[in-house]
Each structure stands twice: as structure tokens, then as C-alpha cells.
């Protein structure tokens, strides 16, 4: 997972073939990172593995109403914004749609800057929505980002400025593996390519895993043969 610069993605749900290569089309010469789906089957498995900020979702389609999708996915939360666009103009259709979740409703043909600018919008909402959050908790560490402070079980842990920051690039992937690539570009602010990268960041990796974890039944720090590194807790 990358938290930096993670660029906007989205999933078009389409089955007019020409239209759902046009809005993917268009889309990714914006920069955004989008995938076509004709129906809506493996619809929620890529949503789960995709995590993607935007779902432009058409309601007629090949093997299910786009709206009874939209219901059930409204239960989840952290769910994706919806932008539903059908031919259906009624003004119930609308309601309906709105009422089951969806974030806006655009009726075909729309224009396509028409189209990006709701998007824009959407983006803008989970932005401001989603603003950083100052404490991590992780198990039984606390991490104040503002502060700089590092607590285990309520005990101040005494950390480097780069210890931190290493400690909180591990805490913010929220479990997920971080590789030593995302580690030098986070913490050092360079790549893999920099000699002795490799060296620098295993001396401080030993030296987190010494405060962290010294002396505790529970090893939060964790190495992923291969892949990186993890920061984990059985409490979660
Ligand atoms: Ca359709």
C-alpha cells in the first residue's frame, strides 16, 4: 500500500460497451487509475481488493439491478462514494438512488466535464472527511503524532526523531506490510537504489524493535520474509 500520493481510483460499472470504454478512457488519461466492470458480478471482490474512492455505477445491467447492489453496500462502512448514471430520469429513480446511497446521480448522455467535476467533488468530500488522524492506536501503543510521543501499555517509550518516523510509517499501513522501499522513500526520503539504504534501515529497525519490544511477551514489529515489514497486535 502506498499513502503517498495514492492517486484517485475508481471503478466504472457499464455495460454499454462503448460508453464504459469511453469514461474509461477518459478517465485515465486524467491520472485517475480506473477499472471497467460489465456487471456486477466480482463487483464486490474487486471493491474489497481495490479500496477505490469512486464507483460510477450504471443501475440497468446484465445480471442485477445496480440499486439492490447499491443497497447492500451502503451497509458497509468506509464504502466508496457512488456516483450512480443510468438513462432513468424519473425523479422516484432519483430519490430512490439517493436514498440507497449513492452520492450523486448524473442522467445519460452527461457530459463528460460534467461527469469529472462530480468526481472532483466526491474526491473533495473524502478528503476533507478523511483529515489525518493525530493518535494511533495499535494494541497496547498509542502513537501522538503531533506530540511525538510513543506509549506501550501506558509507559513513555524514549524514541530518535528517525526511530519515530520509521515507528509511524510501520503504524499508519494499519497492519498492512510495509516494504523497504516505501521505508527509505517515507523515513529517508530517498530509494532503494541509495548504498547502504539496506544497512540504515536494519540498524534502526533493530534499535524500534529494542524499545518496542524488548522484554514483552507480544513482538509487535514484524518481518515479512521478502516483503517488508509489519506492525501488528494480537489485540486487534
Ligand atoms: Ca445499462
Redesign the pocket.
Known amino acids: 500500500m502506498d499513502y503517498m500520493n495514492t492517486p484517485v481510483s475508481i471503478i466504472v460499472v ?3 460497451q462503448s460508453l464504459g470504454r469511453s469514461l474509461m478512457d477518459g478517465l485515465t488519461e486524467l491520472g485517475f487509475h480506473v477499472t471497467w466492470h460489465e456487471r456486477i458480478q466480482g463487483l464486490r471482490t474487486e471493491i474489497e481488493q481495490r479500496r477505490p474512492n469512486l464507483i460510477l455505477l ?5 445480471d442485477g439491478d ?1 440499486i439492490e447492489f447499491l443497497e447492500s453496500l451502503s451497509m458497509a462502512s468506509g464504502r466508496p462514494a457512488v456516483i450512480v448514471i ?2 432513468r430520469d424519473r425523479i422516484q429513480d432519483k430519490v430512490s438512488a439517493l436514498g440507497c446511497g449513492a452520492d450523486d446521480y448524473l442522467v445519460k448522455p452527461f457530459n463528460f466535464l460534467e461527469l469529472v467535476a462530480r468526481i472532483r467533488v466526491q474526491v473533495r468530500h473524502q478528503e476533507e472527511g478523511s483529515a489525518a488522524p493525530t493518535d494511533l492506536e495499535i494494541g497496547p501503543l498509542t502513537i501522538r503524532l503531533l506530540n511525538r510521543e510513543v506509549m506501550r501499555d501506558g509507559e513513555l517509550i524514549q524514541l530518535s526523531p528517525r526511530e519515530f518516523d520509521l515507528l509511524a510509517c510501520l503504524a499508519k499501513a494499519a497492519g498492512d506490510v510495509v516494504s523497504r522501499d516505501q521505508i527509505a522513500r517515507v523515513v529517508w526520503n530517498i530509494n532503494l537504489n541509495y548504498a547502504g539504504i539496506n544497512n540504515l534501515i536494519d540498524v534502526h529497525m533493530s534499535k524500534l524493535r529494542e524499545k518496542i519490544d524488548r522484554g514483552r511477551a507480544e513482538k509487535m514489529i514484524q518481518t515479512i520474509r521478502g516483503a517488508g515489514f509489519a506492525l501488528r497486535s494480537n489485540d486487534e
Do not use: Q, S, Y
Not at 450504471?58 to 446484465?62: A, R, S, Y
Open positions: 457499464e455495460d454499454d450504471d443501475l440497468g445491467l446484465p445496480g443510468t438513462a
